[in-house]
């Protein structure tokens, strides 16, 4: 199953030798790049933006370029410094204290950053919401949370249902307030033009909460995973080796903040190094892409295999208008890299894309391919130094080599999740003994390298997004034609995986393609248009085991023609 490696190509790296630092490694040196190694103090946003505001020789550095369609910005770490502290001052003038959770829900935006790096300020917890989300997906979340302030724009507030989140008691809006009134509206600008530049910042402790992502399992509802300032150890270093960021990179994670790619490497990761971060709102389409590796000269690019595919099917006619010659490293995460993908990386760009393997649970990269490193196309590489991962069996024993299992991590890494909001036991679930269990499955070989095999579980990851069937089926039951629903992820050339729905319908429908349609665009609506069916087939029954769990696992063996395997908890 191993091809040939691909050869490291590129030099002048920071990870020199893999296993000479993989023995050596200590997190408490990297702990040593930080003031409060010695003081104690911590905030994560003052360790990205404040202390290169207060370097003359970086204060006046490019932090962030933004650019979207009808939009261009350019913040230095010193600006951004100003904003934030001003947007702290907004924040503290509504009563917001520390741990408080402080909601953003809207898209990419100078202000997003401004705001997002002011509620660490002032020491409350970051919920980031994806913009494309509709009502019941932002319901979901906000009340779980018991959110208590939310930044959104005047466009996405029809999607808060306000009379269902009683703690939700003010709402930031970013844009034009014309014909909004109610006192629990703030309008962002107003506010910002008359607050103080200056902010004490909230000093915690390195276990203090920061960010809470919400993600999707196989059951119940989306879980609220908690991370804290701590984070930054990890977020730092591995940007450090395996974003390779130097000096005088310019930067592009093409991530949206709602997911935690883009808060741990499109926030964290760059501005804790001190460098130049591209921030690109607005629809992906492969000559917007391109041309912003051209515009801002990028050289290193964290990207997707969803978005690798797309611009490889776009073809050389697109490719060939555009000078991508700036590019000097390529990475990729959120789902398995196609090795056809890297091998067309090699053929365009002349460059390795490099995968790297992680989760919102881990808040940090834990297996990867280093520039020093050789590569096996299909392999997402071997673990960070500081991690110790394996392969284990369901009571926690450790496989040998090329052994297929679980993949599991030994707890105690730094930017490791803290809790599940409010779910202790949901919490636990996730560890056997010393060991987290990350539900993918795969296997390694005699040389350390990890391969990907699949999900242990029924979560579906379509286009990198990560979709919990029970939150779909949910949404489909209700709608009034819709009985029952099994949702399972089909495998897509494109996408990795698409959703398909199985339902039955209710007494007194008939199917048709304007009802599946409709059926459709209603879970598009409540959720969001990466969490609708692509795919809706309609069934007289849907298999469920005795005790009423749907058997996803048959329908998606029946979907792939696959054998049933083991049908004896099959109702009737
Ligand atoms: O199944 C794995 C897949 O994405 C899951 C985590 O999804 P999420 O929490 O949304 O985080 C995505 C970005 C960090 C994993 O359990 N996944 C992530 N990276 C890879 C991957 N599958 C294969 N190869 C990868 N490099």
């Known amino acids: 199953m191993n091809m040939k490696p691909i050869p490291v190509k590129e030099g002048n790296f920071n990870l020199k030798n893999y296993d000479e630092t993989y023995n050596n490694f200590d997190w408490e040196e990297v702990k040593k790049n930080f003031s409060w190694h010695e003081t104690g103090k911590v905030n994560i946003a003052y360790e990205a933006v404040d202390r290169h505001a207060e370097n003359p020789a970086k204060k006046d550095k490019v932090a962030l370029y933004y650019s979207d369609p009808n939009r261009e910005e350019k913040l230095t770490f010193s600006d951004l410094k100003t904003y934030s502290n001003q947007f702290a001052n907004v924040l503290k003038k509504y009563d917001i204290k520390k741990g408080d959770r402080v909601f953003l829900f809207m898209p990419r935006s100078p202000e997003y950053y401004m705001s997002f790096l002011g509620i660490l300020k002032v020491g409350a917890i970051a919920g980031p919401l994806f913009e494309a989300f509709m009502e019941q997906a932002v319901e979901d979340r906000l009340q779980d949370s018991e959110a208590v302030m939310l930044i959104t724009t005047p466009d996405l507030l029809e999607r808060v249902p306000q009379d269902k989140l009683p703690d939700l008691k003010k709402i930031v809006l970013v844009g034009d307030t014309t014909g909004i009134s109610g006192e629990q ?52 270093q591995t940007a450090k080796w395996v974003l390779d960021l130097q000096e005088d990179d310019i930067y592009w994670c093409t991530a ?64 060939k208008n555009y000078d991508l010659s700036s590019l000097r490293h390529i990475l990729s995460v959120g789902e398995p890299l196609n090795p056809e993908v890297i091998h067309w990386g090699m053929d365009v760009f002349n460059k390795r894309i490099h995968d790297t393997w992680w989760m919102t649970e881990t808040g940090g990269m834990l297996i990867c391919n280093y520039p ?15 991690i110790e991962a394996a392969i284990i069996d369901n009571d926690g024993n450790q496989l040998p080599p090329n052994q297929m299992g679980n993949l599991a991590i030994k707890k105690g890494w730094p930017s490791m999740m803290r809790q599940i909001w409010k779910r202790p036991e949901k919490y636990e679930s996730y560890f056997v003994g010393d060991w987290y269990v990350s539900g993918d499955s795969a296997y390694m070989d005699e040389e350390g390298y990890f391969w990907f095999q699949g999900r242990l579980d029924d979560v579906i990851n379509t286009s990198g997004e990560r979709v919990g069937p029970f939150e779909v089926e949910s949404k489909l039951i209700e709608h009034p034609a819709v009985a029952e629903a099994g949702v399972i992820g089909k495998p897509d050339p494109e996408r990795g995986e698409i959703i398909k729905a199985f339902i039955t319908l209710n007494e007194g429908y008939q199917e048709s393609e304007e009802l599946l349609e409709d059926i459709r665009q209603f879970v598009k609506k409540g959720l969001s248009a990466h969490a609708a069916p692509r795919e809706i087939e309609v069934k007289d029954k849907i298999p469920k085991t005795r005790s009423g769990k749907i058997m996803r696992r048959l329908l998606k063996s029946w979907e792939l023609g696959l054998p049933t395997g083991d049908t004896s908890t099959l109702e009737e």
């Open 372 to 386: 020093c490193m050789d590569m096996k196309p299909g392999s997402m590489g071997k673990p960070f130094p500081g």
């Open 256 to 319: 949206d903040p709602g997911w935690v790619t883009g808060t741990s490497y499109g926030i964290f990761g760059p501005w804790l190094n001190g460098v130049t971060n591209v921030i690109r709102g607005g629809r992906f389409t492969p000559e917007d892409w391109y041309s912003t590796i051209e515009k801002f000269k990028v050289t290193v690019w964290y990207s997707a295999p969803t978005a690798f595919r797309k611009l490889m099917s776009a073809g050389e006619k697109v490719l």
């Open 185 to 236: 509206y703030i309008d962002f600008h107003q506010e910002m033009e008359q607050a103080s530049d200056h902010f004490d910042i909230e000093w915690v402790d390195l276990e203090d909460g920061m960010l809470l992502h919400y993600t999707s399992g196989s059951t119940g509802k989306p879980k609220g995973v908690y991370h804290v300032h701590n984070a930054m150890i990890q977020h730092f």
